[in-house]
Protein backbone atom coordinates (compact mmCIF):
# COMPACT_ATOMS: atom_id res chain seq x y z
CA UNK A 1 0.00 0.00 0.00
CA UNK A 2 2.81 2.13 -0.26
CA UNK A 3 4.12 4.84 -3.03
CA UNK A 4 7.33 6.09 -2.76
CA UNK A 5 9.74 8.77 -3.91
CA UNK A 6 13.37 9.37 -4.14
CA UNK A 7 15.51 12.30 -3.74
CA UNK A 8 15.41 12.53 -7.31
CA UNK A 9 11.86 14.14 -7.57
CA UNK A 10 11.57 14.95 -4.30
CA UNK A 11 14.91 17.19 -5.32
CA UNK A 12 13.92 18.50 -8.20
CA UNK A 13 11.03 21.36 -7.60
CA UNK A 14 9.09 21.01 -10.97
CA UNK A 15 8.86 17.71 -10.91
CA UNK A 16 7.93 17.28 -6.85
CA UNK A 17 5.40 19.98 -7.35
CA UNK A 18 3.52 18.34 -9.78
CA UNK A 19 2.69 15.49 -7.81
CA UNK A 20 -0.19 16.22 -5.44
CA UNK A 21 -1.07 14.19 -2.19
CA UNK A 22 -4.82 14.61 -0.47
CA UNK A 23 -6.21 12.66 2.50
CA UNK A 24 -9.83 13.42 3.31
CA UNK A 25 -11.53 13.70 6.19
CA UNK A 26 -14.43 11.85 5.26
CA UNK A 27 -17.18 14.77 5.45
CA UNK A 28 -16.15 16.44 2.44
CA UNK A 29 -13.28 18.33 3.58
CA UNK A 30 -9.45 17.89 3.33
CA UNK A 31 -5.45 18.37 3.64
CA UNK A 32 -3.23 18.25 0.49
CA UNK A 33 -0.11 20.01 -1.22
CA UNK A 34 2.47 18.55 -3.44
CA UNK A 35 5.23 16.43 -2.23
CA UNK A 36 8.00 19.46 -2.58
CA UNK A 37 5.60 21.50 -0.27
CA UNK A 38 4.89 24.00 -2.72
CA UNK A 39 1.33 25.23 -2.37
CA UNK A 40 0.29 25.23 -6.46
CA UNK A 41 -3.22 25.88 -5.86
CA UNK A 42 -5.50 28.18 -4.02
CA UNK A 43 -7.11 24.81 -2.64
CA UNK A 44 -4.03 22.97 -0.68
CA UNK A 45 -4.09 23.06 2.93
CA UNK A 46 -4.31 21.51 5.91
CA UNK A 47 -7.38 22.30 7.31
CA UNK A 48 -9.74 22.31 4.32
CA UNK A 49 -13.86 22.36 5.35
CA UNK A 50 -16.82 21.17 4.18
CA UNK A 51 -19.01 23.15 4.82
CA UNK A 52 -22.07 21.40 6.66
CA UNK A 53 -25.81 21.75 4.76
CA UNK A 54 -24.10 24.20 1.88
CA UNK A 55 -22.18 24.14 -1.37
CA UNK A 56 -18.55 24.39 -0.93
CA UNK A 57 -15.61 24.49 1.42
CA UNK A 58 -13.48 26.88 3.41
CA UNK A 59 -9.77 26.68 3.85
CA UNK A 60 -8.40 27.58 7.08
CA UNK A 61 -5.04 26.29 8.21
CA UNK A 62 -2.71 26.76 5.08
CA UNK A 63 0.48 25.68 6.62
CA UNK A 64 2.46 24.88 8.98
CA UNK A 65 5.93 25.59 8.39
CA UNK A 66 8.65 23.54 9.49
CA UNK A 67 11.72 24.55 10.54
CA UNK A 68 15.18 23.31 11.99
CA UNK A 69 17.23 25.23 14.68
CA UNK A 70 21.21 24.03 15.34
CA UNK A 71 22.40 26.41 17.08
CA UNK A 72 22.24 29.88 15.67
CA UNK A 73 20.97 29.02 12.29
CA UNK A 74 17.26 28.63 11.64
CA UNK A 75 16.76 26.06 8.69
CA UNK A 76 12.93 26.49 6.89
CA UNK A 77 12.06 23.29 5.45
CA UNK A 78 8.96 24.84 3.43
CA UNK A 79 8.92 26.03 0.15
CA UNK A 80 7.08 29.07 -1.24
CA UNK A 81 6.70 31.05 -4.39
CA UNK A 82 5.91 34.86 -3.95
CA UNK A 83 4.36 37.12 -7.22
CA UNK A 84 7.74 38.27 -7.50
CA UNK A 85 8.39 34.65 -9.03
CA UNK A 86 10.80 34.43 -6.32
CA UNK A 87 10.73 30.56 -4.09
CA UNK A 88 11.91 31.19 -0.94
CA UNK A 89 12.41 29.30 1.26
CA UNK A 90 13.44 25.90 -0.40
CA UNK A 91 13.17 22.86 1.60
CA UNK A 92 12.81 20.69 -1.00
CA UNK A 93 16.66 20.89 -1.60
CA UNK A 94 16.48 19.11 1.97
CA UNK A 95 13.54 16.40 0.98
CA UNK A 96 15.37 12.76 0.42
CA UNK A 97 11.74 10.81 0.35
CA UNK A 98 8.40 11.32 0.46
CA UNK A 99 5.83 8.19 0.93
CA UNK A 100 2.47 7.74 0.87
CA UNK A 101 2.00 4.57 3.18
CA UNK A 102 -1.16 3.15 4.55
CA UNK A 103 -2.85 6.44 3.61
CA UNK A 104 -0.61 8.77 6.02
CA UNK A 105 1.60 10.78 3.77
CA UNK A 106 5.91 10.81 5.17
CA UNK A 107 8.53 13.09 3.93
CA UNK A 108 11.99 13.00 5.11
CA UNK A 109 14.08 15.93 5.58
CA UNK A 110 18.48 15.14 5.92
CA UNK A 111 20.19 18.30 7.32
CA UNK A 112 23.79 17.02 7.56
CA UNK A 113 23.58 14.60 10.29
CA UNK A 114 19.92 15.36 11.43
CA UNK A 115 17.17 13.50 10.15
CA UNK A 116 13.26 14.81 10.33
CA UNK A 117 10.23 13.03 9.58
CA UNK A 118 6.69 15.04 8.86
CA UNK A 119 3.83 13.47 8.81
CA UNK A 120 -0.18 14.55 8.43
CA UNK A 121 -3.00 12.14 8.95
CA UNK A 122 -7.13 13.30 8.83
CA UNK A 123 -9.31 12.95 11.78
CA UNK A 124 -12.02 10.87 10.07
CA UNK A 125 -14.91 11.95 10.73
CA UNK A 126 -14.17 15.20 11.92
CA UNK A 127 -13.22 18.53 10.39
CA UNK A 128 -9.69 18.23 11.73
CA UNK A 129 -6.29 17.05 10.96
CA UNK A 130 -2.82 16.08 12.49
CA UNK A 131 0.60 17.21 11.80
CA UNK A 132 3.54 15.05 13.40
CA UNK A 133 7.20 15.95 13.34
CA UNK A 134 9.57 13.30 13.92
CA UNK A 135 13.15 13.54 15.28
CA UNK A 136 14.72 10.07 13.85
CA UNK A 137 18.13 11.35 13.74
CA UNK A 138 20.63 13.50 15.11
CA UNK A 139 24.25 13.53 17.47
CA UNK A 140 22.32 15.81 19.78
CA UNK A 141 19.09 17.57 21.32
CA UNK A 142 17.51 19.29 18.34
CA UNK A 143 14.70 21.98 18.29
CA UNK A 144 12.16 21.46 16.01
CA UNK A 145 9.01 23.99 15.23
CA UNK A 146 5.87 24.41 13.12
CA UNK A 147 5.15 28.07 11.78
CA UNK A 148 1.83 28.43 11.30
CA UNK A 149 -0.16 30.53 8.11
CA UNK A 150 -3.68 31.23 8.50
CA UNK A 151 -6.58 32.28 6.57
CA UNK A 152 -10.69 31.73 6.07
CA UNK A 153 -11.99 31.64 3.28
CA UNK A 154 -14.23 30.20 0.46
CA UNK A 155 -11.70 27.73 -1.28
CA UNK A 156 -12.45 28.93 -4.56
CA UNK A 157 -11.14 32.44 -4.00
CA UNK A 158 -8.64 34.57 -2.14
CA UNK A 159 -8.25 36.78 0.53
CA UNK A 160 -5.35 39.42 0.78
CA UNK A 161 -3.96 41.68 3.68
CA UNK A 162 -6.34 44.28 5.51
CA UNK A 163 -7.37 44.58 9.23
CA UNK A 164 -5.50 41.97 11.23
CA UNK A 165 -7.75 39.06 11.36
CA UNK A 166 -9.43 38.10 15.16
CA UNK A 167 -6.69 35.50 16.24
CA UNK A 168 -7.97 34.51 20.20
CA UNK A 169 -4.88 33.12 22.02
CA UNK A 170 -5.30 29.57 23.92
CA UNK A 171 -3.60 27.91 26.32
CA UNK A 172 -1.96 25.20 24.24
CA UNK A 173 -2.53 27.24 20.89
CA UNK A 174 -5.10 29.71 19.26
CA UNK A 175 -7.93 29.99 17.73
CA UNK A 176 -8.43 31.91 14.47
CA UNK A 177 -11.55 33.83 13.79
CA UNK A 178 -13.42 32.02 15.79
CA UNK A 179 -13.78 29.04 13.03
CA UNK A 180 -11.01 27.11 14.25
CA UNK A 181 -8.19 25.90 16.61
CA UNK A 182 -4.66 25.03 16.56
CA UNK A 183 -3.09 23.07 19.31
CA UNK A 184 0.24 21.81 20.37
CA UNK A 185 3.20 22.54 22.55
CA UNK A 186 5.31 26.03 23.26
CA UNK A 187 3.26 28.01 21.11
CA UNK A 188 4.67 31.93 20.40
CA UNK A 189 2.36 34.25 18.70
CA UNK A 190 3.24 35.75 15.36
CA UNK A 191 0.53 38.77 13.93
CA UNK A 192 1.82 39.63 10.22
CA UNK A 193 1.05 39.44 7.22
CA UNK A 194 2.96 36.84 4.33
CA UNK A 195 2.12 39.06 1.57
CA UNK A 196 1.69 37.93 -2.53
CA UNK A 197 1.17 33.97 -1.81
CA UNK A 198 1.90 32.99 -5.59
CA UNK A 199 -0.06 29.65 -7.08
CA UNK A 200 1.37 28.57 -10.46
CA UNK A 201 -1.40 26.31 -11.06
CA UNK A 202 -3.91 28.75 -11.08
CA UNK A 203 -1.74 31.19 -12.83
CA UNK A 204 -1.82 28.63 -16.02
CA UNK A 205 -5.76 27.41 -15.57
CA UNK A 206 -6.28 31.91 -16.06
CA UNK A 207 -7.52 32.22 -12.64
CA UNK A 208 -6.30 34.61 -9.67
CA UNK A 209 -3.17 33.27 -8.65
CA UNK A 210 -1.81 35.38 -5.66
CA UNK A 211 -3.17 35.82 -1.81
CA UNK A 212 -1.94 36.81 1.19
CA UNK A 213 -1.76 34.78 4.46
CA UNK A 214 -1.65 35.58 8.20
CA UNK A 215 1.06 34.21 10.37
CA UNK A 216 -0.18 33.29 13.52
CA UNK A 217 2.32 32.06 15.41
CA UNK A 218 4.99 29.22 15.94
CA UNK A 219 4.89 25.73 17.84
CA UNK A 220 8.02 24.11 18.95
CA UNK A 221 10.05 21.73 21.32
CA UNK A 222 13.29 20.53 21.47
CA UNK A 223 13.58 17.07 20.89
CA UNK A 224 16.04 13.84 21.13
CA UNK A 225 15.86 10.83 18.19
CA UNK A 226 12.49 9.42 18.64
CA UNK A 227 10.58 12.23 19.82
CA UNK A 228 7.48 14.01 18.13
CA UNK A 229 5.89 17.18 17.90
CA UNK A 230 2.79 17.08 17.30
CA UNK A 231 0.12 20.29 16.33
CA UNK A 232 -3.68 19.58 16.06
CA UNK A 233 -6.52 21.60 14.02
CA UNK A 234 -10.14 21.50 13.73
CA UNK A 235 -12.77 23.68 12.80
CA UNK A 236 -15.42 24.08 15.67
CA UNK A 237 -15.23 24.61 19.84
CA UNK A 238 -12.31 23.56 22.17
CA UNK A 239 -14.70 20.85 23.44
CA UNK A 240 -14.52 19.38 19.93
CA UNK A 241 -11.02 18.35 20.15
CA UNK A 242 -9.44 15.38 18.82
CA UNK A 243 -6.67 13.28 20.00
CA UNK A 244 -3.34 13.64 19.51
CA UNK A 245 -1.76 14.08 16.24
CA UNK A 246 -0.06 10.73 16.27
CA UNK A 247 -3.32 8.83 17.14
CA UNK A 248 -4.53 10.42 13.83
CA UNK A 249 -1.57 8.70 12.26
CA UNK A 250 -2.41 5.19 13.72
CA UNK A 251 -6.03 5.38 13.06
CA UNK A 252 -5.57 6.27 9.56
CA UNK A 253 -2.87 3.22 9.24
CA UNK A 254 -5.58 1.02 11.37
CA UNK A 255 -8.26 2.25 8.82
CA UNK A 256 -6.53 1.28 5.56
CA UNK A 257 -5.71 -2.23 6.37
CA UNK A 258 -9.28 -3.37 7.45
CA UNK A 259 -10.45 -1.18 4.14
CA UNK A 260 -8.05 -3.32 2.15
CA UNK A 261 -8.77 -6.52 4.31
CA UNK A 262 -12.43 -5.75 3.68
CA UNK A 263 -12.26 -5.44 0.32
CA UNK A 264 -10.83 -8.80 -0.15
CA UNK A 265 -7.74 -7.10 -1.97
CA UNK A 266 -4.66 -9.48 -1.90
CA UNK A 267 -1.97 -7.36 -4.31
CA UNK A 268 -0.71 -3.96 -3.96
CA UNK A 269 -2.49 -2.40 -7.05
CA UNK A 270 -5.93 -3.08 -5.22
CA UNK A 271 -4.91 -2.10 -2.20
CA UNK A 272 -3.88 1.03 -3.63
CA UNK A 273 -7.15 1.43 -5.61
CA UNK A 274 -9.32 0.26 -2.40
CA UNK A 275 -8.05 3.37 -0.65
CA UNK A 276 -7.87 6.19 -3.42
CA UNK A 277 -11.80 4.94 -3.43
CA UNK A 278 -12.15 5.29 0.11
CA UNK A 279 -11.00 9.38 -0.30
CA UNK A 280 -14.65 10.05 -2.50
CA UNK A 281 -16.80 7.97 -0.11
CA UNK A 282 -18.31 10.55 2.81
CA UNK A 283 -20.83 10.48 5.29
CA UNK A 284 -24.78 9.92 4.08
CA UNK A 285 -23.18 7.97 2.70
CA UNK A 286 -22.12 10.40 -0.24
CA UNK A 287 -19.60 10.45 -3.23
CA UNK A 288 -16.74 13.53 -3.89
CA UNK A 289 -17.24 13.44 -7.36
CA UNK A 290 -13.33 15.34 -7.59
CA UNK A 291 -10.79 17.04 -5.39
CA UNK A 292 -10.15 19.37 -5.36
CA UNK A 293 -13.09 21.72 -6.11
CA UNK A 294 -16.23 19.26 -7.12
CA UNK A 295 -18.97 17.97 -4.50
CA UNK A 296 -21.82 15.64 -5.18
CA UNK A 297 -22.80 14.90 -8.75
CA UNK A 298 -25.47 12.09 -8.51
CA UNK A 299 -24.37 11.34 -12.51
CA UNK A 300 -21.04 10.82 -11.44
CA UNK A 301 -22.09 9.04 -8.06
CA UNK A 302 -24.09 6.44 -9.99
CA UNK A 303 -21.74 6.10 -12.52
CA UNK A 304 -18.83 5.35 -9.93
CA UNK A 305 -21.15 3.00 -7.89
CA UNK A 306 -20.03 -0.11 -8.62
CA UNK A 307 -16.34 0.42 -8.33
CA UNK A 308 -16.47 2.22 -5.04
CA UNK A 309 -18.63 0.16 -3.01
CA UNK A 310 -19.38 -3.09 -4.77
CA UNK A 311 -15.63 -3.72 -5.95
CA UNK A 312 -14.72 -2.81 -2.06
CA UNK A 313 -16.67 -4.60 0.03
CA UNK A 314 -18.71 -1.74 1.16
CA UNK A 315 -22.04 -2.89 -0.13
CA UNK A 316 -23.92 -1.70 3.01
CA UNK A 317 -23.42 1.43 2.41
CA UNK A 318 -24.18 1.09 -1.24
CA UNK A 319 -27.50 0.30 -0.14
CA UNK A 320 -28.14 3.04 2.19
CA UNK A 321 -26.83 5.47 -0.86
CA UNK A 322 -29.24 3.92 -2.80
CA UNK A 323 -32.16 3.91 -0.70
CA UNK A 324 -31.46 7.71 -0.16
CA UNK A 325 -30.91 8.33 -3.68
CA UNK A 326 -34.27 6.88 -4.51
CA UNK A 327 -36.00 8.65 -1.82
CA UNK A 328 -34.83 11.91 -3.86
CA UNK A 329 -36.07 11.02 -7.19
CA UNK A 330 -38.19 14.25 -8.32
CA UNK A 331 -40.27 14.05 -11.44
CA UNK A 332 -38.10 10.63 -12.42
CA UNK A 333 -35.24 12.94 -11.75
CA UNK A 334 -32.33 12.70 -9.56
CA UNK A 335 -30.38 16.14 -8.82
CA UNK A 336 -27.31 16.49 -10.90
CA UNK A 337 -25.69 19.01 -8.15
CA UNK A 338 -25.64 21.43 -5.54
CA UNK A 339 -22.00 22.60 -6.03
CA UNK A 340 -23.59 25.55 -7.55
CA UNK A 341 -25.35 26.33 -4.55
CA UNK A 342 -28.89 25.14 -5.07
CA UNK A 343 -30.22 22.11 -6.29
CA UNK A 344 -29.94 21.62 -9.83
CA UNK A 345 -32.24 19.23 -11.84
CA UNK A 346 -30.59 19.14 -15.24
CA UNK A 347 -29.44 15.73 -15.93
CA UNK A 348 -30.67 13.36 -18.68
CA UNK A 349 -28.71 10.33 -17.85
CA UNK A 350 -28.06 10.27 -13.92
CA UNK A 351 -31.51 8.44 -13.37
CA UNK A 352 -30.43 5.86 -16.22
CA UNK A 353 -27.02 5.58 -14.53
CA UNK A 354 -29.25 4.87 -11.05
CA UNK A 355 -31.18 2.16 -12.68
CA UNK A 356 -28.04 0.57 -13.46
CA UNK A 357 -26.43 1.15 -9.75
CA UNK A 358 -29.31 -0.79 -8.16
CA UNK A 359 -29.16 -3.57 -11.32
CA UNK A 360 -25.51 -4.02 -10.27
CA UNK A 361 -26.02 -4.57 -6.59
CA UNK A 362 -28.64 -6.51 -6.86
CA UNK A 363 -26.87 -8.71 -9.21
CA UNK A 364 -23.84 -8.59 -6.86
CA UNK A 365 -25.35 -9.13 -3.75
CA UNK A 366 -28.35 -10.77 -4.19
CA UNK A 367 -30.38 -8.18 -1.85
CA UNK A 368 -34.17 -8.87 -3.47
CA UNK A 369 -35.31 -7.20 -0.36
CA UNK A 370 -33.59 -3.73 -1.61
CA UNK A 371 -34.56 -4.59 -5.02
CA UNK A 372 -38.09 -5.12 -3.31
CA UNK A 373 -37.82 -1.59 -1.70
CA UNK A 374 -36.67 0.52 -4.46
CA UNK A 375 -39.11 -1.34 -7.11
CA UNK A 376 -41.65 0.87 -6.80
CA UNK A 377 -39.46 4.64 -7.13
CA UNK A 378 -37.60 3.09 -10.07
CA UNK A 379 -41.16 1.70 -11.89
CA UNK A 380 -42.27 5.50 -11.13
CA UNK A 381 -38.71 7.11 -12.83
CA UNK A 382 -39.30 4.60 -16.04
CA UNK A 383 -42.86 5.92 -16.16
CA UNK A 384 -41.73 9.59 -16.13
CA UNK A 385 -39.77 9.35 -18.94
CA UNK A 386 -42.28 7.79 -20.96
CA UNK A 387 -44.39 10.50 -19.93
CA UNK A 388 -42.26 12.89 -19.94
CA UNK A 389 -40.55 15.30 -17.53
CA UNK A 390 -38.20 18.27 -16.86
CA UNK A 391 -36.04 20.07 -20.02
CA UNK A 392 -38.26 17.96 -22.63
CA UNK A 393 -37.15 14.26 -21.67
CA UNK A 394 -39.28 12.04 -22.86
CA UNK A 395 -39.87 8.83 -24.51
CA UNK A 396 -41.74 8.89 -28.45
CA UNK A 397 -43.32 6.55 -30.13
CA UNK A 398 -39.73 4.61 -31.09
CA UNK A 399 -39.38 4.32 -27.28
CA UNK A 400 -36.53 5.69 -27.35
CA UNK A 401 -35.36 8.68 -25.02
CA UNK A 402 -35.58 11.97 -26.78
CA UNK A 403 -34.06 15.43 -24.54
CA UNK A 404 -32.94 18.79 -24.59
CA UNK A 405 -34.13 22.67 -24.73
CA UNK A 406 -31.83 25.30 -26.61
CA UNK A 407 -29.11 26.72 -24.24
CA UNK A 408 -28.66 23.63 -21.91
CA UNK A 409 -26.35 20.39 -22.08
CA UNK A 410 -27.91 17.44 -19.86
CA UNK A 411 -25.73 14.99 -20.97
CA UNK A 412 -22.52 14.46 -19.04
CA UNK A 413 -20.59 16.62 -21.96
CA UNK A 414 -21.93 19.85 -20.34
CA UNK A 415 -19.18 22.13 -20.54
CA UNK A 416 -20.22 25.40 -21.35
CA UNK A 417 -18.57 28.79 -22.80
CA UNK A 418 -19.92 32.24 -22.01
CA UNK A 419 -23.63 30.17 -21.08
CA UNK A 420 -23.78 28.31 -24.34
CA UNK A 421 -23.17 24.42 -24.26
CA UNK A 422 -20.34 23.44 -26.51
CA UNK A 423 -21.57 20.28 -26.81
CA UNK A 424 -25.73 20.64 -26.71
CA UNK A 425 -26.23 17.17 -28.16
CA UNK A 426 -30.23 17.69 -28.39
CA UNK A 427 -32.28 15.12 -30.06
CA UNK A 428 -31.91 11.30 -28.94
CA UNK A 429 -28.21 10.81 -27.83
CA UNK A 430 -26.55 7.36 -28.43
CA UNK A 431 -25.33 6.58 -24.67
CA UNK A 432 -28.66 7.84 -22.89
CA UNK A 433 -30.80 5.63 -25.29
CA UNK A 434 -28.10 2.70 -24.87
CA UNK A 435 -28.43 3.25 -21.00
CA UNK A 436 -32.68 3.16 -21.07
CA UNK A 437 -32.67 0.04 -22.98
CA UNK A 438 -30.55 -1.79 -20.57
CA UNK A 439 -32.25 0.07 -17.53
CA UNK A 440 -35.81 -1.02 -18.52
CA UNK A 441 -34.14 -4.44 -19.04
CA UNK A 442 -32.24 -4.53 -15.50
CA UNK A 443 -35.94 -3.63 -13.50
CA UNK A 444 -37.53 -5.96 -15.64
CA UNK A 445 -34.90 -8.81 -14.71
CA UNK A 446 -35.75 -7.31 -11.01
CA UNK A 447 -39.26 -7.53 -11.13
CA UNK A 448 -39.17 -11.51 -12.45
CA UNK A 449 -36.60 -11.84 -9.33
CA UNK A 450 -39.52 -10.53 -7.43
CA UNK A 451 -42.75 -12.30 -9.24
CA UNK A 452 -43.88 -9.32 -10.52
CA UNK A 453 -45.55 -8.86 -14.17
CA UNK A 454 -42.64 -7.57 -16.38
CA UNK A 455 -44.60 -7.78 -19.40
CA UNK A 456 -44.94 -4.15 -19.78
CA UNK A 457 -41.35 -3.53 -19.19
CA UNK A 458 -39.91 -6.10 -21.72
CA UNK A 459 -42.77 -4.60 -23.91
CA UNK A 460 -41.09 -1.55 -24.06
CA UNK A 461 -37.23 -2.62 -23.76
CA UNK A 462 -38.37 -4.84 -27.08
CA UNK A 463 -39.77 -1.49 -28.71
CA UNK A 464 -36.72 0.34 -27.31
CA UNK A 465 -33.81 -2.11 -28.83
CA UNK A 466 -35.19 -2.72 -32.08
CA UNK A 467 -35.44 1.47 -32.72
CA UNK A 468 -32.31 1.65 -31.69
CA UNK A 469 -30.57 -0.72 -34.28
CA UNK A 470 -32.55 0.68 -36.82
CA UNK A 471 -31.81 4.24 -35.49
CA UNK A 472 -27.79 4.26 -34.17
CA UNK A 473 -26.41 2.20 -36.41
CA UNK A 474 -24.37 3.74 -39.24
CA UNK A 475 -23.51 2.42 -42.58
CA UNK A 476 -21.09 -0.17 -44.01
CA UNK A 477 -19.62 -0.52 -40.11
CA UNK A 478 -18.97 3.02 -39.25
CA UNK A 479 -20.03 2.57 -35.59
CA UNK A 480 -23.04 4.28 -34.42
CA UNK A 481 -24.05 7.84 -34.79
CA UNK A 482 -23.68 10.05 -31.62
CA UNK A 483 -27.25 11.71 -31.64
CA UNK A 484 -30.24 10.79 -34.04
CA UNK A 485 -32.87 13.23 -34.61
CA UNK A 486 -31.36 16.26 -33.28
CA UNK A 487 -31.84 19.78 -34.51
CA UNK A 488 -29.71 19.42 -37.38
CA UNK A 489 -30.40 15.42 -38.37
CA UNK A 490 -28.16 12.76 -37.25
CA UNK A 491 -24.66 13.51 -35.98
CA UNK A 492 -22.04 11.26 -37.05
CA UNK A 493 -19.22 12.77 -34.57
CA UNK A 494 -16.89 9.82 -33.40
CA UNK A 495 -17.22 9.81 -29.98
CA UNK A 496 -17.13 7.56 -26.86
CA UNK A 497 -20.35 7.66 -26.11
CA UNK A 498 -21.17 4.53 -28.39
CA UNK A 499 -19.17 2.28 -26.71
CA UNK A 500 -22.25 1.97 -23.62
CA UNK A 501 -24.01 0.29 -26.84
CA UNK A 502 -21.90 -2.56 -26.24
CA UNK A 503 -20.49 -2.19 -23.09
CA UNK A 504 -23.51 -1.98 -20.42
CA UNK A 505 -25.03 -5.63 -18.99
CA UNK A 506 -28.16 -5.47 -21.13
CA UNK A 507 -26.82 -3.51 -24.28
CA UNK A 508 -28.68 -3.26 -27.05
CA UNK A 509 -26.05 -4.58 -29.68
CA UNK A 510 -23.19 -6.43 -30.17
CA UNK A 511 -21.43 -5.25 -32.80
CA UNK A 512 -17.79 -5.22 -33.02
CA UNK A 513 -17.78 -2.41 -35.52
CA UNK A 514 -18.50 0.00 -32.23
CA UNK A 515 -14.76 -0.85 -30.95
CA UNK A 516 -13.46 -0.32 -34.56
CA UNK A 517 -15.16 2.87 -34.88
CA UNK A 518 -13.31 3.90 -31.29
CA UNK A 519 -10.29 2.93 -32.27
CA UNK A 520 -9.34 6.44 -33.17
CA UNK A 521 -9.77 7.81 -29.61
CA UNK A 522 -8.56 5.07 -27.16
CA UNK A 523 -4.84 6.64 -25.55
CA UNK A 524 -2.67 4.98 -22.65
CA UNK A 525 -4.97 6.86 -20.21
CA UNK A 526 -8.04 6.68 -21.59
CA UNK A 527 -10.56 7.70 -24.25
CA UNK A 528 -10.79 10.67 -25.95
CA UNK A 529 -14.02 12.44 -26.28
CA UNK A 530 -13.65 13.29 -29.68
CA UNK A 531 -11.70 11.65 -32.87
CA UNK A 532 -8.73 13.87 -33.72
CA UNK A 533 -10.00 13.63 -37.36
CA UNK A 534 -13.18 15.77 -36.81
CA UNK A 535 -12.40 19.33 -37.39
CA UNK A 536 -13.82 20.32 -33.91
CA UNK A 537 -11.08 17.93 -31.81
CA UNK A 538 -9.01 20.34 -29.57
CA UNK A 539 -5.63 18.19 -28.57
CA UNK A 540 -4.84 20.11 -25.59
CA UNK A 541 -7.01 20.70 -21.96
CA UNK A 542 -5.02 24.09 -21.28
CA UNK A 543 -5.63 27.69 -20.78
CA UNK A 544 -7.75 29.86 -19.13
CA UNK A 545 -11.08 28.79 -18.06
CA UNK A 546 -13.16 29.17 -21.52
CA UNK A 547 -10.12 27.57 -23.20
CA UNK A 548 -10.52 24.45 -20.93
CA UNK A 549 -14.17 24.37 -21.12
CA UNK A 550 -13.87 24.48 -25.19
CA UNK A 551 -11.85 21.27 -25.41
CA UNK A 552 -13.25 19.78 -22.01
CA UNK A 553 -15.59 17.31 -24.14
CA UNK A 554 -13.97 17.99 -27.74
CA UNK A 555 -10.74 15.70 -27.45
CA UNK A 556 -9.68 15.62 -24.06
CA UNK A 557 -8.93 12.19 -22.61
CA UNK A 558 -11.08 10.73 -19.79
CA UNK A 559 -9.74 7.23 -18.43
CA UNK A 560 -12.99 7.10 -16.91
CA UNK A 561 -14.12 5.42 -20.46
CA UNK A 562 -11.65 3.08 -20.19
CA UNK A 563 -13.99 1.27 -17.92
CA UNK A 564 -16.98 0.98 -20.89
CA UNK A 565 -13.71 0.25 -23.49
CA UNK A 566 -13.06 -3.23 -21.94
CA UNK A 567 -16.52 -4.16 -20.76
CA UNK A 568 -17.23 -3.43 -24.39
CA UNK A 569 -13.56 -5.98 -25.19
CA UNK A 570 -14.98 -8.59 -22.60
CA UNK A 571 -18.99 -8.55 -23.84
CA UNK A 572 -17.66 -9.15 -27.98
CA UNK A 573 -14.43 -11.74 -27.16
CA UNK A 574 -11.77 -8.68 -28.33
CA UNK A 575 -8.34 -8.74 -27.49
CA UNK A 576 -7.58 -6.31 -24.54
CA UNK A 577 -4.57 -7.27 -23.01
CA UNK A 578 -1.95 -4.55 -21.90
CA UNK A 579 -4.72 -1.81 -22.02
CA UNK A 580 -4.94 -0.91 -18.17
CA UNK A 581 -0.83 -1.16 -17.60
CA UNK A 582 -0.42 2.77 -18.37
CA UNK A 583 -2.90 4.18 -16.32
CA UNK A 584 -2.24 1.39 -13.56
CA UNK A 585 0.86 3.34 -13.48
CA UNK A 586 -0.41 6.95 -13.65
CA UNK A 587 -1.85 6.51 -10.16
CA UNK A 588 1.54 7.59 -9.04
CA UNK A 589 1.63 10.49 -11.62
CA UNK A 590 -0.61 13.30 -10.49
CA UNK A 591 -2.79 12.38 -7.54
CA UNK A 592 -0.44 10.43 -6.01
CA UNK A 593 -2.93 7.31 -5.05
CA UNK A 594 -5.63 9.44 -7.49
CA UNK A 595 -6.56 8.82 -11.19
CA UNK A 596 -7.15 11.91 -12.69
CA UNK A 597 -10.11 13.85 -14.04
CA UNK A 598 -8.95 13.99 -17.60
CA UNK A 599 -5.71 14.19 -19.45
CA UNK A 600 -4.45 15.98 -22.67
CA UNK A 601 -5.99 14.04 -26.19
CA UNK A 602 -2.53 14.49 -27.62
CA UNK A 603 0.35 12.82 -26.71
CA UNK A 604 2.30 12.89 -23.97
CA UNK A 605 -1.39 12.83 -22.70
CA UNK A 606 -0.44 15.23 -19.52
CA UNK A 607 -2.90 14.93 -16.98
CA UNK A 608 -5.37 17.33 -16.44
CA UNK A 609 -8.96 18.81 -14.66
CA UNK A 610 -9.12 17.37 -11.13
CA UNK A 611 -5.96 15.13 -9.77
CA UNK A 612 -8.49 13.16 -7.91
CA UNK A 613 -11.60 12.01 -9.93
CA UNK A 614 -14.45 9.29 -8.30
CA UNK A 615 -15.23 7.80 -11.76
CA UNK A 616 -11.76 7.49 -12.76
CA UNK A 617 -10.60 5.86 -9.75
CA UNK A 618 -13.59 3.87 -9.34
CA UNK A 619 -14.33 2.22 -13.25
CA UNK A 620 -10.38 1.69 -13.13
CA UNK A 621 -10.89 -0.32 -9.78
CA UNK A 622 -13.63 -2.31 -11.42
CA UNK A 623 -12.51 -3.72 -14.20
CA UNK A 624 -8.37 -4.40 -13.27
CA UNK A 625 -10.03 -6.22 -10.52
CA UNK A 626 -12.04 -8.18 -13.31
CA UNK A 627 -8.95 -8.82 -14.90
CA UNK A 628 -7.24 -10.40 -11.74
CA UNK A 629 -10.64 -12.57 -11.44
CA UNK A 630 -10.36 -14.02 -14.79
CA UNK A 631 -7.17 -14.32 -15.30
CA UNK A 632 -6.04 -15.98 -12.47
CA UNK A 633 -2.49 -16.98 -13.86
CA UNK A 634 -1.17 -13.91 -14.95
CA UNK A 635 1.87 -12.89 -13.80
CA UNK A 636 2.34 -10.91 -10.80
CA UNK A 637 0.50 -7.35 -11.04
CA UNK A 638 2.33 -4.60 -11.95
CA UNK A 639 4.18 -2.48 -9.44
CA UNK A 640 2.73 1.26 -8.98
CA UNK A 641 6.20 2.20 -9.50
CA UNK A 642 8.69 4.89 -6.88
CA UNK A 643 8.95 7.90 -8.77
CA UNK A 644 12.47 7.58 -7.58
Not at 10 to 28: K, N
Not at 494 to 503: D, G, H
Not at 587 to 615: K, L, N, R, Y
Amino acid sequence: MSLSYGPQCCGTLAESSEREWLVADGLGGFASGTVSGLRTRRYHGLLVVARAGEAGRMLGLASLDPVLVLGDRRIRLATHEWASGAVSPTGYEHLTRFALEGGVPRWRFAVGGVVLEREIAPHRGRPAVGVVLRLVRAPAPVRVELEALCTWRDANGERFAGSDPAVARCADGFEFEGAYRVRGPGFVPGGDWYRGVAYRVEAARGLASVEDLWFAGTFGALLVPGEELEVDAWAGAAADAPPLASEAVAATRRRAASLVAASGATDDVSARLVLAADQHVVAGPDVVAGYPWFGSWSRDTMTSYEGLFLSTGRADEGRALLERAAASLSEGMLANTADGGSTAYNTVDATLWFLHAVGRHVATTGDLDLAAALEPALVAAVDAYVDGTRFAIGVGADALVACGVEGIALTWMDARVDGVPVTPRRGKPVEVNALWVSGVASLADLEERLGVDSSRLRDLERSARASFARRFVRPCGAGLFDVVDGPAGDDPSVRPNQLLAVSLPFAPLDDPAVLRACAPLLTPLGLRSLAPSDAAYEPLHRGGVAERDLAYHQGTVWPWLLGPYLDACARLAEPSEGLLEALVAHVGDAGIGGVSETADGAAPHVPTGCPFQAWSVAELLRVYRRALREAPARPRAPSLGTGA
